[in-house]
């Protein structure tokens, strides 16, 4: 390993640093099993002087383990906080950490001018959480003359994790601030059969896939990991590591992979990032964008009937907010048939709304279906109504639902084929078959009890259904 900086070029990120953070790291938590992982300690070292010897005025600190929302993230506000690891054992070692009020304040109102779902509101803890205190205890053994912005992650799609990192470029430039960014987050968790969370084969190819991306800076690649492979890897900063890139959007970077340790089964990979410069072919969000829209487009072109009016319904709600008629190109095959269907909205890979019905409560097929796509992109509990500026955007589904079918056993499911209705006294739940993620008939029923308020001991009758799926 190698220190990367030798000259400081001024940018408004001066360098950003991926880092993990397992509290044993500390010496007081450790009590010497630290020592597994001695060259995650020398990395991180290193780390700490670059640190030191950038001076920043400001560090930013992206955490997984901050206050965290499905559909918003979460800035820290105030003064300033404090935390110890009291949890892990360690209660003597404590930090009290003056924010940065100016640039989180000017962040936030970015942010709410932009219509982007950021800001101070809905702080839970104020604590300073492992993720940022095990970074803070290495740069504060070297360098103390700075204040904190500290930002959670979110449950939305990755580019909007990056469009937050390029917001955050944006307010430091404004504020002509001097600033290092740190990414922190551990890699997959599913290293080894020993580890607390076991093996699982997508957790070495997560690690490896990351490392080669990182030792090039390749910050488009970041965002072709599917939700599904994130959430079998086990991984833990992967939002935080994109963040930290739309942070870096439009520069020429200079990657420097400095350690990855992967004994206790989880994976600490340590990477520095430099800026020399501007370098326009670096504009990810701006390329994956694009991208995006050309192929929704060849989509729209290419969709059969079922897509068409799905998508023809959601737009025409979404930019008239009434209910569009049936058009009169709609073919027999939908005007002559009454069954269930769903709606499925995807948005950058990951759900934006599903809503449908179980059994046909419309005409036909094709009122079923506009019915279920307003509803989708305007009523779906989970998510805020879909905005115009999104529908060049959004990959649309339907499915049409056969009759459900009573079964006496789980042997008699199959989650590729058939989807299951799970039913207990008034209380019912439903899940389409093949989604990714959904790989067990016993996931698939947990998953459908769950939604429909089913506790999971609880007794429940099982059926089955088929779908024919138009994508």
């Known amino acids: 390993m190698r220190l990367l900086i030798k000259e400081v070029i001024h940018m408004p990120i001066a360098a950003a640093f991926m880092v993990p953070h397992p509290p044993m790291i500390v010496p007081e938590v450790g009590h010497g099993r630290e020592k597994q992982i001695e060259k995650t300690i020398r990395a991180y070292e290193m780390v700490a ?21 499905s559909d918003y993230f979460h800035i820290s506000p105030g003064i300033g906080a404090s935390g110890s690891f009291a949890d892990f054992g360690a209660p003597q070692v404590g930090f009290d950490i003056r924010y940065d009020e100016e640039l989180a304040s000017l962040l936030a109102a970015k942010a709410d001018a932009s219509g982007f779902p950021a800001g101070t509101s809905g702080e839970r803890k104020r604590d300073l959480d492992h993720g940022v205190m095990v970074p803070l205890w290495f740069i504060l053994r070297k360098y103390k003359d700075f204040k904190l ?18 917001m955050i470029r944006d307010a430091v430039e404004e504020l002509d601030r001097n600033v290092v960014y740190v990414a922190s987050g551990d890699l997959s968790h ?26 090039e800076a390749s910050f488009g690649e970041l965002f072709d990991f599917d939700e599904s492979f994130l959430e079998k890897a086990a991984e833990c900063g992967h939002r935080s590591f994109v963040m930290m890139a739309g942070a870096l959007d439009g520069k020429a970077v200079e ?46 072109l290419e969709s059969d009937a079922y897509v068409r009016l799905a998508r023809e319904s959601a737009e025409h709600f979404v930019r008239s907010g009434k209910v569009m008629p049936l058009p009169d190109w709609v073919p027999d095959e939908l005007l002559s048939r009454k069954a269930g269907a769903f709606v499925s909205i995807h948005e950058f890979g990951a759900l934006r709304g599903c809503i449908g019905t ?107 259904f088929e779908v024919v799926r138009h994508h």
């Open 190 to 215: 599913k290293l080894q059969d020993y580890g607390p969370y076991g093996f699982a084969k997508e957790g070495p190819d997560y690690d490896k896939r990351i490392a080669d991306i990182c030792s």
């Open 255 to 300: 990657a420097n992979w400095l350690s990855h340790e992967d004994v206790t089964g989880v994976g600490y990979g340590i990477c520095s990032f430099v800026p020399k410069g501007d370098d326009e072919s670096r504009r990810f969000l701006e390329a994956r964008l694009k991208g995006v829209r050309e192929k929704i487009e060849r989509k729209r």
């Open 49 to 69: 002087d670059e640190i030191a010897s950038l001076k920043p005025q400001t560090i930013v600190i992206s955490s997984p383990h901050s206050v965290m929302y």
């Open 358 to 464: 179980i059994s046909s409560v419309r005409e036909n097929i094709a009122m079923e279906i506009i019915h279920n796509a307003v509803s989708a992109v305007s009523s779906d509990p989970r998510f805020e109504p879909v905005r115009e500026e999104e529908l060049d955007y959004l990959d649309i589904s339907v499915d049409v639902l056969g009759a459900p079918e009573k079964v006496g056993s789980e042997a008699e499911l199959d989650v590729k084929k058939y989807g299951v209705i799970v039913q207990s006294g008034r209380k019912r739940g439903l899940l389409l078959p093949d989604l990714d993620g959904v790989d067990t008939v016993r996931q698939q029923i947990e998953i459908a009890k769950r939604k429909g308020g089913i506790a999971p001991d609880d007794k429940a009758d099982l059926f089955r």
């Open 149 to 166: 912005v500290r930002i959670g992650l979110s449950g939305r799609d990755l580019l909007k994790h990056y469009e937050l990192g390029m």
